[in-house]
């Protein structure tokens, strides 16, 4: 039987400075790890210890894998320093993926902030390279100030894809910035799609979470169709170690990806 615990072996190839303190990884793993997107590995950095993470790139892209991390602790500082041509380990896919099929047919809404974009980078481009299922997909997104923004390099030619509705905001602007001002929520005053078929997906910081699905509820938004990323304390990423657990549920095996239903009644479950 093969050893659960043992990652594959994978070359990183670039390695792109997306903020200060937040680089995307290109990974070419000795063999595909076929993710969906919503589900997330485990990346191990020889000798400082192995951290769950999601993709951010396209499911539909076998053959290399992104990871979009920001520098926060020791094993990502060790990430840090690696380049092209160094290895890293991978084991997953785990959890559980966006139910991409209950989307067709309808308006996407997504919000996200800092470097929560990373996993719905993943889920846009999956939804983008078929975007004949879906009526339009609107990406609402806010950083701290525009250096802290991910993916400017990639995102004004998201502005110009067919049936994509992009708005960003940063909390403090520079002498530069010509967009919104404030948090994220400033860019929900008008939702222009309909509330009571539309699918949401929210990812980033706790607190930005939390106000971001109470401004969805006032608007209408029916809870089982407000997807979350409840990624906060995974570890193990096989439900054994028990850090993840969220009521009921073990978001590295149940989720990471649950719906506001399914959460609801879980005392602060943003904490």
């Not at 994220?184 to 997906?201: G, N, Q, R, Y």
């Amino acid at each position: 039987m093969a050893n659960i615990y043992q990652p594959i072996s994978a070359e990183i190839l670039e390695v792109i400075e997306e903020t200060p303190n937040i680089r995307t990884f290109v990974l070419k793993p000795e063999q595909e790890v076929p993710f969906l997107a919503g589900q997330f590995v485990e990346l191990t950095i020889p000798g400082h210890g192995e951290a769950p993470f999601t993709p951010s790139s396209s499911h539909f892209e076998r053959e290399t894998l992104e990871m979009t991390i920001m520098k926060v602790g020791r094993a990502t500082s060790a990430l840090f320093k690696l380049g092209p041509g160094d290895f890293v380990g991978i084991r997953g896919p785990y959890g559980q993926r966006y139910p991409l099929e209950k989307f067709e047919g309808r308006d996407i809404y997504i919000v996200g902030g800092g470097v929560g974009l990373a996993p719905l980078r993943a889920l846009f481009l999956a939804l983008t390279h078929e975007i004949h299922k879906y009526k339009r997909i609107y990406l609402r997104y806010g950083a701290r100030t525009p250096a802290d923004i991910v993916y400017k390099r990639l995102i004004p030619k998201w502005e110009k894809m067919d049936k994509v509705d992009v708005e960003l905001s940063v909390d403090a602007a520079d002498e530069k910035w010509m967009k919104k001002v404030g948090v994220v929520t400033c860019l929900m005053d008008e939702i222009p799609c309909d509330e009571k078929t539309s699918i949401a997906v929210v990812c980033g910081p706790p607190i930005m979470m939390k106000f971001v699905t109470r401004r969805l509820l006032e608007a209408g938004f029916d809870g089982r169709n407000v997807y979350l990323s409840m990624e906060m304390n995974m570890s193990c990423g096989l439900g054994q170690c028990g850090h993840c657990k969220l009521g009921p549920y073990f978001t590295c095996k149940d989720g990471p990806v649950l719906t506001w239903d399914q959460i609801k009644d879980i005392p602060d479950p943003f904490v």
